[in-house]
């Protein structure tokens, strides 16, 4: 029962009498008022008056679906939301579904990935109760050589998301000029805050001779933690280290949702940068700055001018020669370091 009160308490707008959920649940007063009282031990807050009924004011920070269902102001990504205790990989899990034909929009969401990967082989570790890992369906109309313009989108939705938060926490939406130029994208899947990564991101495909069948993005976020690996420390964050701030986690997975959706919607008319590529590159991190451009077979180094209407980030070399680099190829760093 504790699940039908949740689900008519989140679709209610305002209040609903305790007579009206009795009638809809068959059950008497002191029953709802047992369980109401059960939810609020767990977290969520819930306001009751005389004459008007109950009325869900803010939920618990809990991976749960009634949670991030609450938080969600999203048009279609979120609809079919599965909550996981703990998984090898959102992204491997998603998988299994990606064929299923409303599986669009469909959000995975944990905070105890025990076999999270990263782009290029690497692992990515997440702290339960602390850190979030989600992974996104989208079954797009692309050719498979646009869908990595989807990473992209993914970083942009992440960043905004995560300035906004913040932004929204601090009760003073002008610090978002502030947190936009110390919360940046590293070309092209990471975010960094004050040059520290504080989020990766992987896009993963299936697709064969028809098109595209499937399209998953995963996102890890350090969120809330405060133990970075002393190996790690030099390119390593959290929000909390940064800004202090503990982060409401279903608030800040709704607004990168609520981003990545406007974002994919701009994106999938023109299905290249040509309406994104300024905001994109205000965003960048190493924008104008000497990079290392590191290949299996050749490495070299130049000043990022930015990234293309393909998604392909821009690079001047030392003679003026500018050749753009696909995102599959390499992985760029600063000439001094990490960024």
């Not at 992209?152 to 610090?175: F, H, N, R």
Request: hydrophobic share 35%; aromatic share 8%; with cysteine.
């Amino acid at each position: 029962m504790k699940d039908k009160i949740l689900n008519i308490l989140i679709q209610a707008d305002g209040y609903i009498s305790g007579q009206r959920l009795c009638e809809m649940l068959g059950v008497s007063r002191t029953a709802i008022w047992k369980v109401i009282n059960k939810l609020k031990e767990e977290g969520y807050v819930i306001k009751a008056i005389s004459n008007k009924g109950y009325c869900l004011m803010q939920v618990p920070d809990k991976i749960e679906e009634y949670v991030y269902k609450y938080e969600m102001k999203t048009k279609w990504i979120g609809k079919q939301i599965i909550c996981l205790d703990e998984v090898n990989s959102t992204n491997t899990f998603a998988k299994k579904i990606g064929d299923k034909e409303d599986a669009h929009g469909c959000l995975i969401i944990t905070d105890n990935q025990i076999a999270g990967r990263g782009r290029r082989g690497r692992s990515w570790s997440i702290q339960k109760g602390e850190d979030i890992a989600c992974s996104l369906v989208l079954k797009p109309q692309l050719e498979a050589k646009e869908a990595s313009m989807l990473t992209l989108i993914a970083a942009m939705a992440v960043q905004k998301g995560i300035s906004y938060t913040l932004s929204e926490c601090q009760k003073d939406i002008e610090s978002l000029d502030i947190l936009n130029k110390n919360i940046q994208i590293k070309w092209p899947n990471d975010i960094v805050y004050n040059k520290k990564k504080v989020c990766g991101i992987l896009t993963e495909m299936n697709a064969d001779m028809d098109g595209i069948s499937y399209v998953i993005i995963g996102i890890g976020i350090n969120v809330n933690k405060i133990g970075i690996p002393e190996e790690l420390k030099h390119m390593a964050t959290s929000i909390k280290i940064e800004s202090g701030i503990t982060i409401h986690r279903a608030k800040l997975v709704s607004y990168i949702m609520e981003q990545f959706e406007h974002l994919y919607d701009v994106f999938m008319e023109t299905k290249d940068f040509s309406r994104l590529k300024k905001d994109y590159e205000s965003y960048l991190v190493n924008y104008a700055n000497e990079v290392v451009v590191l290949h299996p077979k050749e490495s070299f180094s130049g000043i990022c001018r930015g990234i293309s209407e393909k998604g392909d980030l821009i690079i001047e070399d030392e003679k003026g020669n500018i050749k753009e680099v696909f995102s599959g190829e390499v992985s760029v760093r600063g000439i001094y370091g990490y960024v």
